[in-house]
């Protein structure tokens, strides 16, 4: 790996929007080589967010849920905010019962993304969940989320299925399949 680039240096910046859910800021940078650019990201809430890979014997454990993104129900792993004072870790538990109604004894941290980093400034940790045992938490959804059992050894029909698009879930997918050493 090439040596570390020196970071622009921040000359403003300024929140230029904001609503419910999200803040719009605008950064004027300068770059080394003296280029200046202005720059609008979505500032994150600094807390992160989890998504958590529930393995269940020979099962993937997955999560029908509608998405007014892309106004569709999306087939996807059990993810959200961490919650103020929460760790990741109890907050990929939280997320767990919440939306598929298990806990595990066992989660393994793989890995941080970033999601388009060049406008979001969030991070969501990603763990795979083993060991599982049924525990349900009231959720915040507004209406319950349909848990899809999937074999673990179709993994890659997965991949074709047109409702399992989101980009992070597919990226968490082949980090716990490496992790279960599945693809070797």
């Given amino acids: 790996m090439n040596k570390r680039q020196q970071k622009p240096d921040i000359l403003h910046r300024e929140i230029v929007a904001k609503s419910r859910l999200f803040q719009i800021e605008q950064v004027h940078l300068r770059f080394a080589n003296q280029q200046e650019r202005v720059y609008e990201r979505m500032k994150g809430n600094n807390r992160g967010a989890v998504m958590v890979v529930p393995?269940?014997?020979?099962?993937?454990?997955?999560?029908?849920?509608?998405?007014?993104?892309?106004?569709?129900?999306?087939?996807?792993?059990?993810?959200?905010?961490?919650?103020?004072?929460?760790?990741?870790l109890e907050a990929a538990n939280r997320e767990l019962q919440e939306e598929i109604g298990f806990a595990s004894r066992k989660l393994t941290h793989l890995k941080e993304l970033s999601l388009a980093p060049g406008y979001f400034a969030s991070k969501m940790q990603i763990f795979l969940a083993e060991d599982l045992f049924e525990s349900q938490l009231e959720g915040d959804e507004p209406e319950p989320i349909q848990m899809v059992?999937?074999?673990?050894?179709?993994?890659?029909?997965?991949?074709?299925?047109?409702?399992?698009?989101?980009?992070?879930?597919?990226?968490?997918?082949f980090l716990a399949i490496k992790q279960l050493k599945l693809n070797e």
């Avoid at 099962?59 to 103020?84: M, Q, R, V, W």
């Avoid at 059992?149 to 992070?168: G, H, K, N």
């Fill in 55 to 88: 393995v269940h014997g020979a099962h993937l454990l997955l999560g029908s849920e509608y998405a007014a993104g892309t106004d569709n129900y999306e087939l996807g792993f059990p993810k959200g905010l961490i919650d103020p004072g929460e760790t990741a």
């Fill in 149 to 173: 059992q999937w074999e673990l050894s179709r993994w890659q029909e997965l991949l074709v299925e047109p409702d399992f698009s989101e980009s992070r879930s597919v990226s968490a997918l």
